[in-house]
């Protein structure tokens, strides 16, 4: 993929990850794992690309795990992702409620993508 103009390491391993389901890719070259790395491993620096992989290879062959185990810790850390100090809160604007208010509620738009294995009512497999 890298030899595909525009596509550097980092992406090719974020789509190897999530969108080829690849277990053990590996996005070295992302700041949010860098810097997870450095703060739960107790490192002096962020480590670089090639020292975030070598880290990483005791966590073969899951270290697409680890990588999410990373994000998350990354995101509890820096409190990302919604997670707040116990002494802020969020507070709305008036029209933000007003909107929400009025709105109908949301409903999921799924359409099965098959028949499920249990058979209907009434009709059994031979």
């Known amino acids: 993929m890298t030899a595909l103009h525009g ?9 190897l990850l999530f969108c080829l389901g690849h277990g053990d890719a590996w996005p070295g070259g992302d700041l949010a794992v860098q810097e997870a790395m450095r703060i739960g491993l107790n490192l002096d ?6 020292q975030a992989t070598a880290l990483a290879e005791r966590w073969r062959p899951w270290r697409g795990a ?20 116990d002494n802020t809160a ?3 604007s008036k ?16 359409k099965p993508t098959g028949k499920p294995h249990a058979t209907q ?5 031979k």
Do not use: C, F, M, N
């Open 45 to 50: 620096a962020r480590p670089t690309p090639k």
């Open 95 to 110: 029209a933000v409620r007003s909107v929400r208010a009025g709105a109908p509620p949301v409903q999921a738009r799924v």
């Open 7 to 15: 596509i550097g390491p980092w992406t090719a391993d974020i789509y």
């Open 66 to 85: 680890a990588a999410h185990l990373w994000w998350a810790y990354y995101h509890a850390v820096k409190r990302r992702e919604g997670i707040l100090p």
């Open 121 to 125: 009512r009434g009709q059994r497999k």
């Open 90 to 92: 969020r507070t709305e």
